[in-house]
């Protein structure tokens, strides 16, 4: 099978074209990938001819196909995107008035289990190449016409998997979108999402490129994480916080936590004043996110008026936000990506 470019770094890049080659051939072909955006080698036309025929006959870019696309009455697009391997993965673009935000996947699949995710009934496949991470935002990007308009693409590492699981891909595949001879994307505009891998975050933490962290908590007690959440029969509450309150936070940044309201299950007043105690000491935001209901999850979404006294609650300690959900008539919103049909 020939090999992918797209997930090489600079380094990598000369290593392929070999020793014989002058060092700027390999900074144009990186140039032609994530700066030009091209689909094909063969549209390398700083490239002698002969050199790009013969990149072209044992690489490819390496770009996903779309096996689906669906379209939300809202704006919002699902892809299903088949890989090289045959396997497919579900990208998101949310478009807004001042900005738009793609959600991507970091593995095929995901391992983690949590009890309100359609993704967990997947279980895990494979993880992702940093050049299948990347590949999603260039390929939705372009289909979508957001090329070179990085100062409002945001990108949300909350599709299919757990990306610290994956942690080396999803580093490599950051470094790629932030490089200003790359994607050109900020680091500030990129976020990853954690069930709560407590050694791995300690070590993005040490990361000098990465994206922001956003935990996803979901309960205010042990007990309740633990049977929504069965990861943390592994990380404990109690050592997600401090691991969280141990994060080397940029001067720019804060801590995300993220919550989904499940209707007579973790969305009382007395939840939301737990929570509070629980996050007292940490610079952080949260955001709320009334359940996207879907087929064989066992829970039901809370109403408007539970959600508005939850996010009051918090307010009073951290800024809180309600996530309107995007796309829920196609499957494409937090939670529902499983490769249903729409």
Known sequence: MPQALLGMELSEIRQVLGPKQPEFRARQVYDALYHQQVRDLVQITALPCRLRQELASEHTVGLPAVEQRYESTDGARRYLLRLEDGRTVETVWMPEETRDTLCISSQVGCP???????????????????????????????????????ARLNIVMMGMGEPLLNLPNVVKATRILVDAKGVGLSEKRITLSTAGIVPKIAKLGREPVRPKLAISLNASTEEARRELMPITRKYHLKELIEACGAYPLRVWEKLTFEYVLLKGVNDTDADARRVVKLLANLNAKMNLIALNPGPGIPFETPETERVRAFQAIIRRAMPCFIRKPRGLDIFAACGQLKRNSA
């Open 112 to 150: 983690v289990d949590c009890k309100f995710c359609m993704t967990a009934l997947m279980g895990l496949e494979r993880n992702l190449t940093a050049g299948e991470i990347v590949g999603q935002v260039l390929f939705v990007a372009r289909d979508n016409g957001l090329l070179h308009q990085g």
